[in-house]
Protein backbone atom coordinates (compact mmCIF):
# COMPACT_ATOMS: atom_id res chain seq x y z
CA UNK A 1 0.00 0.00 0.00
CA UNK A 2 1.38 2.92 -1.08
CA UNK A 3 1.28 6.58 2.03
CA UNK A 4 1.62 9.89 1.37
CA UNK A 5 4.54 11.11 3.13
CA UNK A 6 2.41 13.56 5.51
CA UNK A 7 0.12 10.72 6.62
CA UNK A 8 3.58 8.65 7.10
CA UNK A 9 4.97 11.35 9.38
CA UNK A 10 1.12 11.32 11.20
CA UNK A 11 1.41 8.14 12.08
CA UNK A 12 5.11 8.02 13.44
CA UNK A 13 4.22 10.78 15.65
CA UNK A 14 1.15 9.12 16.96
CA UNK A 15 3.33 5.93 17.54
CA UNK A 16 6.23 7.38 19.01
CA UNK A 17 3.83 9.74 21.21
CA UNK A 18 2.16 6.44 22.67
CA UNK A 19 6.18 4.83 23.26
CA UNK A 20 6.48 8.04 25.48
CA UNK A 21 8.94 9.94 23.40
CA UNK A 22 8.58 13.58 24.25
CA UNK A 23 9.34 15.48 21.08
CA UNK A 24 7.71 12.75 18.96
CA UNK A 25 6.88 15.15 15.74
CA UNK A 26 10.21 16.71 15.30
CA UNK A 27 11.78 12.66 16.12
CA UNK A 28 9.12 11.66 13.21
CA UNK A 29 10.70 14.26 10.65
CA UNK A 30 14.18 13.94 11.44
CA UNK A 31 13.48 9.79 10.81
CA UNK A 32 11.90 11.05 7.72
CA UNK A 33 14.75 13.50 6.62
CA UNK A 34 17.12 10.58 7.35
CA UNK A 35 15.40 7.71 5.51
CA UNK A 36 14.91 10.49 2.37
CA UNK A 37 18.27 11.92 2.96
CA UNK A 38 16.42 14.79 1.92
CA UNK A 39 16.30 18.25 4.12
CA UNK A 40 13.93 19.93 6.11
CA UNK A 41 12.30 21.90 3.48
CA UNK A 42 11.38 18.79 1.46
CA UNK A 43 8.70 17.49 4.42
CA UNK A 44 6.53 20.80 3.83
CA UNK A 45 7.37 21.33 0.14
CA UNK A 46 5.89 17.57 -1.01
CA UNK A 47 3.17 16.77 1.57
CA UNK A 48 1.47 14.77 -0.89
CA UNK A 49 4.79 12.70 -2.14
CA UNK A 50 4.13 9.21 -1.95
CA UNK A 51 6.91 7.19 -0.40
CA UNK A 52 8.33 4.25 -2.44
CA UNK A 53 7.78 0.90 -0.98
CA UNK A 54 11.94 0.70 -0.12
CA UNK A 55 11.74 4.24 1.28
CA UNK A 56 8.12 3.19 3.62
CA UNK A 57 10.25 -0.23 4.83
CA UNK A 58 13.26 2.11 5.81
CA UNK A 59 11.41 4.64 7.52
CA UNK A 60 9.24 1.97 10.00
CA UNK A 61 12.31 0.15 10.42
CA UNK A 62 13.82 3.89 11.93
CA UNK A 63 10.63 4.59 13.64
CA UNK A 64 10.34 1.07 15.32
CA UNK A 65 13.90 1.75 16.87
CA UNK A 66 12.44 5.25 17.72
CA UNK A 67 9.64 3.27 19.36
CA UNK A 68 11.74 0.93 21.54
CA UNK A 69 13.25 4.38 23.41
CA UNK A 70 16.72 4.12 21.40
CA UNK A 71 18.18 7.67 21.36
CA UNK A 72 17.44 9.76 18.02
CA UNK A 73 21.17 10.44 18.09
CA UNK A 74 22.30 6.76 17.74
CA UNK A 75 19.71 6.04 15.10
CA UNK A 76 20.69 8.86 12.80
CA UNK A 77 24.75 8.10 14.14
CA UNK A 78 25.35 11.76 14.77
CA UNK A 79 24.47 15.26 17.20
CA UNK A 80 25.35 18.46 16.57
CA UNK A 81 26.51 20.27 19.43
CA UNK A 82 28.11 24.18 19.29
CA UNK A 83 27.20 23.67 15.96
CA UNK A 84 29.45 21.28 14.56
CA UNK A 85 27.98 17.93 13.53
CA UNK A 86 29.63 14.58 16.06
CA UNK A 87 29.68 11.13 14.91
CA UNK A 88 27.88 9.51 17.96
CA UNK A 89 27.09 5.50 18.75
CA UNK A 90 26.00 3.62 21.94
CA UNK A 91 30.20 3.87 22.81
CA UNK A 92 29.22 7.17 23.78
CA UNK A 93 27.16 9.87 25.67
CA UNK A 94 25.35 11.73 23.76
CA UNK A 95 26.53 15.16 23.89
CA UNK A 96 24.30 17.70 25.48
CA UNK A 97 23.22 21.14 25.14
CA UNK A 98 23.66 21.59 29.14
CA UNK A 99 27.71 20.90 28.07
CA UNK A 100 27.59 23.80 25.96
CA UNK A 101 27.33 26.34 28.88
CA UNK A 102 31.02 24.43 30.21
CA UNK A 103 32.57 25.39 26.34
CA UNK A 104 31.34 28.70 27.54
CA UNK A 105 32.95 28.99 30.59
CA UNK A 106 36.03 27.57 28.97
CA UNK A 107 36.30 29.35 26.09
CA UNK A 108 36.16 32.92 28.27
CA UNK A 109 39.57 31.37 30.40
CA UNK A 110 40.90 30.94 26.88
CA UNK A 111 40.55 34.20 25.29
CA UNK A 112 43.71 35.04 23.68
CA UNK A 113 43.32 33.58 19.91
CA UNK A 114 46.75 33.12 19.41
CA UNK A 115 47.93 31.37 22.22
CA UNK A 116 48.85 28.05 22.27
CA UNK A 117 47.13 26.86 25.03
CA UNK A 118 47.47 23.02 26.37
CA UNK A 119 43.85 21.52 26.94
CA UNK A 120 43.41 18.27 29.04
CA UNK A 121 39.58 16.15 28.26
CA UNK A 122 39.31 13.69 30.99
CA UNK A 123 36.40 11.46 29.80
CA UNK A 124 36.68 12.56 26.64
CA UNK A 125 33.69 10.44 25.18
CA UNK A 126 33.11 11.76 21.76
CA UNK A 127 35.48 14.09 21.97
CA UNK A 128 32.84 17.20 21.80
CA UNK A 129 34.19 19.62 24.62
CA UNK A 130 37.87 19.30 23.30
CA UNK A 131 37.46 19.43 19.88
CA UNK A 132 35.68 22.38 20.27
CA UNK A 133 37.93 24.17 22.60
CA UNK A 134 40.39 23.31 19.65
CA UNK A 135 37.98 24.31 17.11
CA UNK A 136 37.56 27.24 18.66
CA UNK A 137 40.68 28.27 19.37
CA UNK A 138 43.11 27.38 16.23
CA UNK A 139 46.74 27.63 17.88
CA UNK A 140 45.26 25.33 20.87
CA UNK A 141 46.65 21.55 21.15
CA UNK A 142 45.09 18.90 23.30
CA UNK A 143 44.86 15.77 24.63
CA UNK A 144 41.68 13.63 25.37
CA UNK A 145 41.28 10.98 28.34
CA UNK A 146 39.09 7.74 28.29
CA UNK A 147 39.13 4.68 30.30
CA UNK A 148 37.45 3.87 27.02
CA UNK A 149 38.92 2.38 23.96
CA UNK A 150 35.91 2.51 21.36
CA UNK A 151 34.86 5.62 22.86
CA UNK A 152 38.14 6.99 22.26
CA UNK A 153 37.69 5.32 18.69
CA UNK A 154 34.64 7.64 18.21
CA UNK A 155 36.83 10.77 19.38
CA UNK A 156 39.18 10.25 16.75
CA UNK A 157 37.03 10.09 13.84
CA UNK A 158 35.60 13.20 15.35
CA UNK A 159 38.72 14.33 14.98
CA UNK A 160 39.37 13.78 11.80
CA UNK A 161 36.11 14.93 10.88
CA UNK A 162 36.89 18.45 11.78
CA UNK A 163 40.00 18.45 10.73
CA UNK A 164 41.73 18.74 13.92
CA UNK A 165 43.75 15.50 14.47
CA UNK A 166 46.95 16.83 13.81
CA UNK A 167 46.34 19.05 17.17
CA UNK A 168 44.62 16.44 19.20
CA UNK A 169 45.55 12.90 20.64
CA UNK A 170 44.03 10.46 22.69
CA UNK A 171 45.21 8.69 25.61
CA UNK A 172 43.34 4.93 26.81
CA UNK A 173 43.42 5.16 30.94
CA UNK A 174 41.63 5.79 34.30
CA UNK A 175 42.11 9.41 34.46
CA UNK A 176 45.42 10.86 35.15
CA UNK A 177 47.53 7.89 35.43
CA UNK A 178 48.67 7.74 31.74
CA UNK A 179 48.82 11.41 31.40
CA UNK A 180 52.63 13.13 31.37
CA UNK A 181 52.86 17.44 31.08
CA UNK A 182 50.86 20.67 32.47
CA UNK A 183 47.99 21.98 30.75
CA UNK A 184 46.31 25.76 31.12
CA UNK A 185 43.00 23.69 31.25
CA UNK A 186 41.92 20.66 32.62
CA UNK A 187 38.00 20.32 31.67
CA UNK A 188 35.84 17.37 32.83
CA UNK A 189 32.67 16.20 32.38
CA UNK A 190 32.79 12.81 34.05
CA UNK A 191 30.15 10.24 34.93
CA UNK A 192 28.15 12.20 37.82
CA UNK A 193 25.21 9.80 38.59
CA UNK A 194 24.14 9.34 42.23
CA UNK A 195 23.95 5.19 41.45
CA UNK A 196 20.73 5.42 43.70
CA UNK A 197 19.23 7.47 40.56
CA UNK A 198 19.43 4.50 38.25
CA UNK A 199 15.77 3.69 38.23
CA UNK A 200 14.41 6.87 37.42
CA UNK A 201 16.59 7.77 34.43
CA UNK A 202 14.81 7.60 30.84
CA UNK A 203 15.26 4.84 28.94
CA UNK A 204 17.25 6.28 26.40
CA UNK A 205 19.73 6.80 29.21
CA UNK A 206 19.28 3.75 31.33
CA UNK A 207 19.19 1.49 28.60
CA UNK A 208 21.26 2.84 25.73
CA UNK A 209 24.36 5.35 27.01
CA UNK A 210 26.89 3.42 28.01
CA UNK A 211 26.87 2.97 31.80
CA UNK A 212 30.56 3.49 32.19
CA UNK A 213 29.62 7.59 31.17
CA UNK A 214 26.60 7.98 33.51
CA UNK A 215 27.50 6.88 37.28
CA UNK A 216 29.19 8.70 40.05
CA UNK A 217 29.47 6.32 42.77
CA UNK A 218 27.12 6.67 45.66
CA UNK A 219 26.26 10.72 45.78
CA UNK A 220 27.53 10.91 41.85
CA UNK A 221 31.11 12.58 43.25
CA UNK A 222 33.48 9.75 43.10
CA UNK A 223 34.98 11.18 39.99
CA UNK A 224 35.37 15.03 41.07
CA UNK A 225 37.33 13.58 44.47
CA UNK A 226 40.19 11.42 42.46
CA UNK A 227 39.68 14.97 39.52
CA UNK A 228 40.41 17.22 41.74
CA UNK A 229 42.91 15.82 44.19
CA UNK A 230 45.20 14.84 41.62
CA UNK A 231 45.01 17.79 38.87
CA UNK A 232 47.15 20.47 40.93
CA UNK A 233 50.15 18.64 39.29
CA UNK A 234 49.44 18.45 35.49
CA UNK A 235 47.86 22.49 35.80
CA UNK A 236 50.82 25.25 34.72
CA UNK A 237 50.58 28.31 37.24
CA UNK A 238 47.05 29.68 36.84
CA UNK A 239 45.89 26.97 35.14
CA UNK A 240 41.97 26.34 35.38
CA UNK A 241 40.20 23.39 36.36
CA UNK A 242 36.73 23.56 35.31
CA UNK A 243 33.67 20.86 35.47
CA UNK A 244 30.01 20.44 34.49
CA UNK A 245 28.15 18.92 37.55
CA UNK A 246 24.69 17.60 37.93
CA UNK A 247 21.94 18.91 39.42
CA UNK A 248 22.43 19.95 43.39
CA UNK A 249 26.19 19.12 43.48
CA UNK A 250 27.78 22.93 42.09
CA UNK A 251 28.53 23.53 46.24
CA UNK A 252 29.95 20.21 46.83
CA UNK A 253 32.36 20.14 44.08
CA UNK A 254 33.55 23.94 45.06
CA UNK A 255 34.10 23.06 48.20
CA UNK A 256 36.57 20.08 47.25
CA UNK A 257 38.12 22.47 45.26
CA UNK A 258 38.69 25.02 47.88
CA UNK A 259 39.80 22.26 49.95
CA UNK A 260 42.48 21.24 47.45
CA UNK A 261 43.57 25.34 47.27
CA UNK A 262 41.84 26.48 44.16
CA UNK A 263 41.10 29.94 44.10
CA UNK A 264 38.76 31.97 41.75
CA UNK A 265 36.07 29.38 41.81
CA UNK A 266 32.97 30.37 40.03
CA UNK A 267 29.96 28.67 38.85
CA UNK A 268 28.09 29.10 35.68
CA UNK A 269 24.08 28.21 35.27
CA UNK A 270 22.46 26.60 32.59
CA UNK A 271 19.72 27.95 30.17
CA UNK A 272 17.56 26.40 32.49
CA UNK A 273 19.17 27.82 35.13
CA UNK A 274 20.64 25.48 36.80
CA UNK A 275 24.20 25.75 38.41
CA UNK A 276 25.98 23.60 35.64
CA UNK A 277 29.73 24.44 36.13
CA UNK A 278 32.44 24.78 38.26
CA UNK A 279 35.89 26.62 37.26
CA UNK A 280 38.96 26.97 39.74
CA UNK A 281 42.17 28.20 38.87
CA UNK A 282 45.49 27.10 40.88
C1 LIG B 1 29.67 11.87 31.13
S1 LIG B 1 30.68 11.16 29.88
C2 LIG B 1 31.30 12.64 29.09
C3 LIG B 1 31.63 12.46 27.64
C4 LIG B 1 31.95 13.77 26.90
N1 LIG B 1 33.07 14.43 27.50
C5 LIG B 1 30.73 14.68 26.90
O1 LIG B 1 30.76 15.68 27.65
O2 LIG B 1 29.76 14.44 26.17
C6 LIG B 1 32.04 10.60 30.86
C7 LIG B 1 33.17 9.90 30.12
O3 LIG B 1 34.13 9.51 31.10
C8 LIG B 1 34.67 8.24 30.76
N2 LIG B 1 35.18 7.62 31.99
C9 LIG B 1 34.50 6.99 32.97
N3 LIG B 1 35.34 6.59 33.94
C10 LIG B 1 36.58 6.98 33.56
C11 LIG B 1 37.87 6.88 34.15
N4 LIG B 1 38.05 6.27 35.33
N5 LIG B 1 38.91 7.40 33.50
C12 LIG B 1 38.75 8.02 32.30
N6 LIG B 1 37.56 8.16 31.69
C13 LIG B 1 36.49 7.66 32.32
C14 LIG B 1 33.49 7.50 30.15
O4 LIG B 1 33.92 6.44 29.33
C15 LIG B 1 32.78 8.62 29.39
O5 LIG B 1 33.23 8.69 28.05
Redesign the pocket.
Known amino acids: MTIRLDQALIEATIRLKGAGVEFARQDANLLMMDCLKADRDLLFREPERLLTDQEQSVFEELVERREKREPISHILGKRE?WSREFIVNS??????PD?ET?IELALTEMPDMEKPYRVL??????????LTLLAERPKATGV?????LD?MKVASANAENLNLENRTSFIE???F?NVDGKFDLIV?????IPDAVKGELQPEVREFE?H???FGGEDGLD?YR?IISNAQSYLCGGGWLGF?VGIHQAQDVQKLMQIEGFRDISCANDLAGIARCVFGRI
Open positions: FHVLDPRTLDLGTGSGCILGVDISAGPWASNPPYPLALCHE
